[in-house]
């Protein structure tokens, strides 16, 4: 492929600043009316992603599979799921969104594939076939095996073991499953997962891929010894990024650099550890990982600027671009989260009927959003958040689809509530999602007082969401100072809940987490902010400006 997407204002690779658009295709829009948003569906709204000025494109899985996890139970690494499209209809995709500048970056999903994939199928079939080696089998412990080979439990609740059913019908060995057990774990020890990773990661880059985002980066590697988890041991983790993983990043980036346009690897690391994440953020390794130091930071300012340092200096060394990320499909949507006591993010808070100010919520979600456009480096934004949507939390339990909620027995309401269907236009459900004549209702309700929130409702009013982040993307894009370019400088002189800073000497950010209203820095010009300002030019309280120094 010749020339692969726009240059920007910065000589700087496209990743370091790139404003990316996370698009869950089950739920963005759906083209065919089968109430399952699908490529066709994406492809008819990328004027609106090109109006919104979004760089590229993240597409949460679009492979066949029989959607146990949404999707990121993959049964085909080169394919595309019927209820999505066609192969066909995703090269279109890509090259079609290039056609106006948005590059897309895959989701690959190595530590895992579904209980359909072609491996488990004949690793199932015959526990002596080859293929069980791929995988994870143990015999269980206990007197007749009954119990799990080791103590680790599932991200998604209980054991992480599945006990197997010999072909004669008599329960077998025992597979490591860290997700559902519709999620077989792939044994990374061996050469042929290794190839064919390499192999699936060169498919989609020939096919105008610009990038990868790598699903559960850091758990690839398991201690072949699968001892049991003890928090206190001082051995490396069994399973949780463990030293041989560099390795594997280093050939994947050998695959991404032989592109005449180098392909970009954007991990998905959860550690909290700033030193560990950032070795995978090596020059020879990932380009740049999600930032959930920062996705989980409550909204107060000394986290918050503690996050953002703590970031930027743990990049520093590496020389690898920050990014900034607020929300994602598996967290609770941003203008709810800001709306409660507790403004952090973790699963384990992650809990249905808590009080919500919705009103709170928005104004401190529109702050965010210039504060997280502001900062150096690349910025997600996930489907639904430029039109401010809130968390869904009266989705009726048989509704629900996450096995997250589903295995924890009721505990956990799961990651369906920020998943719902997008509204695009009228005022009730199906809100455009799906046409006129659908066959079928979104795959999940809608909320009955969603017409504010439409995409079309939204176009025109020059305060709504929409509009501020079309506003503030356009004024990134412009600013040569933002995105990749200038440090960050903190102004001096301002609030101890004021977060103030400079990018480059002719832009500052100011954002007020205070109760009161703040005076301004002396500036030339209000660029943009997230809400009006009080009659004497103060900034009020949980409002973020753009100023023109
Ligand atoms: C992380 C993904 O973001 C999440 O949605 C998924 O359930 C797990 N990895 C397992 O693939």
């Given at each position: 492929?010749?020339?692969?997407?726009?240059?920007?204002?910065?000589?700087?690779?496209?990743?370091?600043?790139?404003?990316?658009?996370?698009?869950?295709?089950?739920?963005?829009?759906?083209?065919?009316?089968?109430?399952?948003?699908?490529?066709?569906?994406?492809?008819?709204?990328?004027?609106?992603?090109?109006?919104?000025?979004?760089?590229?494109?993240?597409?949460?899985?679009?492979?066949?599979?029989?959607?146990?996890?949404?999707?990121?139970?993959?049964?085909?690494?080169r394919g595309v799921a019927p209820e999505f499209g066609t192969l066909a209809g995703a090269?279109?995709?890509?090259?079609?969104?290039?056609?106006?500048?948005?590059?897309?970056?895959?989701?690959?999903?190595?530590?895992?594939?579904?209980?359909?994939?072609?491996?488990?199928?004949?690793?199932?079939?015959?526990?002596?076939?080859?293929?069980?080696?791929?995988?994870?089998?143990?015999?269980?412990?206990?007197?007749?095996?009954?119990?799990?080979?080791?103590?680790?439990?599932?991200?998604?609740?209980?054991?992480?073991?599945?006990?197997?059913?010999?072909?004669?019908?008599?329960?077998?060995?025992?597979?490591?499953?860290?997700?559902?057990?519709?999620?077989?774990?792939?044994?990374?020890?061996?050469?042929?997962?290794?190839?064919?990773?390499?192999?699936?990661?060169?498919?989609?880059?020939?096919?105008?891929?610009?990038?990868?985002?790598?699903?559960?980066?850091?758990?690839?590697?398991?201690?072949?010894?699968?001892?049991?988890?003890d928090p206190d041991s001082p051995a490396p983790h069994p399973y949780v990024d463990r030293?041989?993983?560099?390795?594997?990043?280093?050939?994947?980036?050998?695959?991404?650099?032989?592109?005449?346009?180098?392909?970009?690897?954007?991990?998905?690391?959860?550690?909290?550890?700033?030193?560990?994440?950032?070795?995978?953020?090596?020059?020879?390794?990932?380009?740049?990982?999600?930032?959930?130091?920062?996705?989980?930071?409550?909204?107060?300012?000394?986290?918050?600027?503690?996050?953002?340092?703590?970031?930027?200096?743990?990049?520093?060394?590496?020389?690898?671009?920050?990014?900034?990320?607020?929300?994602?499909?598996?967290?609770?949507?941003?203008?709810?989260?800001?709306?409660?006591?507790?403004?952090?993010?973790?699963?384990?808070?992650?809990?249905?009927?808590?009080?919500?100010?919705?009103?709170?919520?928005?104004?401190?979600?529109?702050?965010?959003?210039?504060?997280?456009?502001?900062?150096?480096?690349?910025?997600?934004?996930?489907?639904?958040?430029?039109?401010?949507?809130?968390?869904?939390?009266?989705?009726?339990?048989?509704?629900?689809?996450?096995?997250?909620?589903?295995?924890?027995?009721?505990?956990?309401?799961?990651?369906?509530?920020?998943?719902?269907?997008?509204?695009?236009?009228?005022?009730?459900?199906?809100?455009?999602?799906?046409p006129a004549r659908a066959s079928a209702p979104p795959w999940l309700p809608q909320p009955?007082?969603?017409?504010?929130?439409?995409?079309?409702?939204?176009?025109?009013?020059?305060?709504?969401?929409?509009?501020?982040?079309?506003?503030?993307?356009?004024?990134?894009?412009?600013?040569?100072?933002?995105?990749?370019?200038?440090?960050?400088?903190?102004?001096?002189?301002?609030?101890?809940?004021?977060?103030?800073?400079?990018?480059?000497?002719?832009?500052?950010?100011?954002?007020?987490?205070?109760?009161?209203?703040?005076?301004?820095?002396?500036?030339?010009?209000?660029?943009?902010?997230?809400?009006?300002?009080?009659?004497?030019?103060?900034?009020?309280?949980?409002?973020?400006?753009?100023?023109?120094?």
């Amino acid at each position: 492929m010749a020339e692969h997407g726009r240059q920007g204002a910065q000589a700087a690779p496209w990743w370091r600043g790139a404003v990316i658009y996370q698009v869950y295709p089950r739920s963005f829009a759906d083209g065919d009316g089968d109430g399952t948003g699908d490529l066709a569906g994406v492809r008819e709204r990328l004027p609106y992603l090109a109006e919104l000025g979004v760089d590229a494109l993240w597409f949460n899985p679009w492979y066949p599979s029989p959607m146990a996890d949404g999707g990121y139970d993959v049964a085909d690494y080169r394919g595309v799921a019927p209820e999505f499209g066609t192969l066909a209809g995703a090269e279109k995709l890509i090259a079609d969104a290039l056609e106006l500048g948005i590059r897309t970056i895959v989701d690959i999903v190595p530590n895992h594939v579904s209980s359909e994939h072609p491996w488990f199928r004949a690793a199932i079939a015959d526990p002596a076939a080859p293929e069980r080696e791929l995988f994870w089998f143990r015999p269980g412990r206990g007197e007749h095996g009954e119990l799990p080979p080791n103590n680790w439990v599932s991200e998604f609740h209980g054991p992480a073991w599945t006990r197997s059913t010999d072909p004669d019908g008599t329960p077998g060995d025992w597979y490591l499953n860290l997700f559902d057990s519709r999620q077989p774990d792939l044994n990374w020890g061996h050469p042929r997962v290794r190839e064919e990773h390499e192999d699936v990661l060169r498919f989609w880059f020939d096919r105008g891929a610009s990038g990868v985002r790598i699903d559960s980066a850091a758990l690839l590697e398991k201690d072949p010894a699968l001892p049991d988890l003890d928090p206190d041991s001082p051995a490396p983790h069994p399973y949780v990024d463990r030293d041989g993983l560099h390795a594997v990043y280093r050939s994947w980036r050998t695959i991404a650099d032989s592109y005449p346009d180098p392909r970009a690897l954007i991990g998905e690391i959860w550690l909290p550890d700033t030193e560990r994440f950032a070795r995978y953020l090596r020059p020879d390794e990932l380009h740049t990982a999600f930032n959930f130091d920062f996705l989980s930071c409550p909204w107060e300012p000394v986290r918050l600027r503690a996050s953002i340092e703590g970031t930027l200096a743990a990049h520093a060394p590496v020389s690898a671009p920050a990014t900034w990320v607020l929300a994602n499909h598996d967290v609770t949507r941003t203008v709810t989260r800001y709306g409660r006591a507790d403004t952090s993010f973790g699963f384990a808070a992650k809990a249905r009927g808590v009080p919500t100010d919705p009103v709170l919520g928005m104004r401190r979600a529109r702050a965010a959003a210039l504060l997280t456009l502001a900062l150096p480096g690349a910025v997600y934004v996930y489907q639904g958040e430029e039109l401010g949507l809130p968390e869904v939390e009266d989705i009726p339990p048989a509704a629900l689809q996450d096995p997250m909620a589903l295995r924890s027995g009721g505990t956990s309401p799961g990651r369906d509530g920020c998943r719902v269907p997008l509204p695009w236009s009228g005022d009730a459900p199906p809100y455009g999602f799906s046409p006129a004549r659908a066959s079928a209702p979104p795959w999940l309700p809608q909320p009955a007082d969603w017409a504010d929130r439409t995409a079309a409702a939204q176009s025109g009013d020059p305060e709504s969401m929409l509009s501020l982040y079309r506003a503030a993307i356009r004024l990134r894009r412009a600013e040569s100072a933002l995105g990749d370019g200038d440090d960050l400088t903190w102004l001096p002189g301002v609030p101890a809940n004021v977060l103030a800073f400079g990018r480059g000497d002719r832009f500052a950010c100011v954002v007020n987490l205070g109760g009161d209203s703040a005076e301004l820095p002396a500036h030339r010009e209000l660029l943009l902010s997230s809400g009006p300002l009080t009659v004497d030019g103060g900034l009020p309280s949980d409002t973020a400006a753009w100023l023109r120094l």
